[in-house]
């Protein structure tokens, strides 16, 4: 059964011409992009979007940054999602993801980590519709 996943392609990841690698890599391993966009995302989305994260000593940092520059939004579709971007993704530390994982090859450090994936199924139906309208995904 197929299922869906979001990712964030961040803006360390655009800013050094990664993203096609990146999305290259992910269609790779199967996923099918059902609705992609480039966006700025604005202080008040950044918030919204890591509310979660809200209380925590990083979330000014962590909103400044995903400020900082535009990124990619994605929705994608395959069996096990969640687990396999999880997977394809590598720890959030990239010193201590696996090689050949999309944060090893592309992450500089927790914060600037090149990529952004939903952690549950229940998160990615929220993180999908936070920016995409159901008709956007193809």
Same mark, same amino acid.
């Given at each position: 059964m197929s299922n869906r996943t979001f990712t964030i392609i961040k803006p360390d990841s655009v800013r050094k011409g990664n993203f096609?690698? &990146? &999305?290259?890599?992910? @269609? @790779? %391993?199967?996923? %099918?992009v059902l609705g992609i966009k480039k966006v700025s995302l604005t202080q008040k989305q950044a918030e919204a979007f890591y509310g979660v994260h809200r209380e925590r000593p990083f979330f000014k940092s962590l909103v400044e940054y995903m400020t900082s520059g535009p990124v990619y939004v994605a929705a994608l579709e395959r069996e096990s999602a969640v687990p396999t971007l999880r997977q394809v993704m590598g720890a959030t530390d990239p010193a201590k993801a696996d090689a050949g994982t999309i944060r090893k090859e592309f992450g500089e450090s927790i914060e600037q980590n090149a990529i952004h994936g939903s952690d549950s199924d229940e998160n990615a139906k929220i993180e999908i519709n936070f920016f995409f309208a159901e008709s956007e995904l193809l």
């Open positions: 096609g690698k &990146i &999305i290259g890599r992910l @269609e @790779e %391993q199967g996923f %099918q």
